[in-house]
């Protein structure tokens, strides 16, 4: 199993500029969710996901989209990139009756100009 | 609003020695809380979790106790060792596995 795997590794954008952030997982995991990690800042949950086709909100929605059209891929999507969204970003996935926690995935490191 | 405070300062303890870490929750009631451990660059490693009705649990050198008096939930790791140098997150949670987490405490342990 690869696990929870994040593409790309580090991006750099410039601001107004839109991407995606790739996730996946192989676990067959129902929960995805995403994190931002800045200093002083802990990690923060921008969406998640309980299921394919179900998504919600968390702490810090404003500016990112998600979809799961899938069990395996929980895409993140930056509409118009700003300054404010440069952090690393985390994807996680869990099963609701795992007691095993949250597997994360490398991180995607993303800076914007 | 739910808080989660751990120690915002390094914990420096020399090897061998007991390392205790503090997780502190407000406005919140959680039904398990669960610790990890984070390495610079890389994304958290699950280590445990502790349900609201179990007092401790441990796993290896690692315990992990949960006061719901208190709010509180304590996380030491026994004769530590240079690689335990790492920061810790704790997560407190509801429902769902998917937790709130804490900034983290970093520590350090001397050879």
């Known amino acids: 199993n690869a696990g929870v795997t994040q593409t790309p590794k580090f991006q750099v954008l410039k601001t107004g500029q839109s991407m995606t952030l790739q996730c996946a997982q192989d676990m067959n995991h129902e929960y995805m969710s995403w994190y931002r990690q800045d200093p002083g800042m802990g990690l923060r949950l921008i969406h998640y996901?309980?299921?394919?086709?179900?998504?919600d909100q968390g702490e810090v929605p404003n500016g990112y989209n998600v979809s799961r059209s899938t069990t395996e891929d929980f895409p993140l999507r930056l509409l118009s990139a700003a300054p404010s969204q440069t952090s690393v970003y985390f994807c996680?996935?869990?099963?609701?009756?795992?007691?095993?926690?949250?597997?994360f995935g490398p991180g995607t490191r993303l800076l914007v100009l | 609003s739910q808080k989660i405070e751990q120690n915002s300062e390094a914990l420096n303890i020399q090897e061998g020695k007991t390392a205790t870490l503090t997780c502190n929750y407000t406005?919140?009631?959680?039904?398990?809380l669960q610790w990890y451990r984070q390495d610079p660059g890389r994304g958290p490693v699950f280590l445990l979790l502790?349900?609201?009705?179990?007092k401790e649990k441990r796993k290896e050198r690692l315990k992990v106790t949960f006061d719901t008096t208190l709010k509180q939930s304590l996380f030491h790791i026994t004769a530590s060792q240079p690689a335990d140098s790492a920061t810790y997150l704790c997560?407190?949670?509801?429902?769902?596995?998917?937790?709130?987490f804490g900034r983290g405490t970093s520590l350090i342990v001397h050879p």
């Open positions: 502790i349900r609201e009705n179990e």
């Open positions: 406005n919140y009631s959680p039904a398990y």
């Open positions: 997560a407190p949670g509801r429902g769902s596995y998917i937790p709130t």
């Open positions: 996901s309980v299921g394919a086709g179900i998504t």
């Open positions: 996680a996935s869990s099963n609701s009756t795992d007691p095993n926690g949250q597997y």
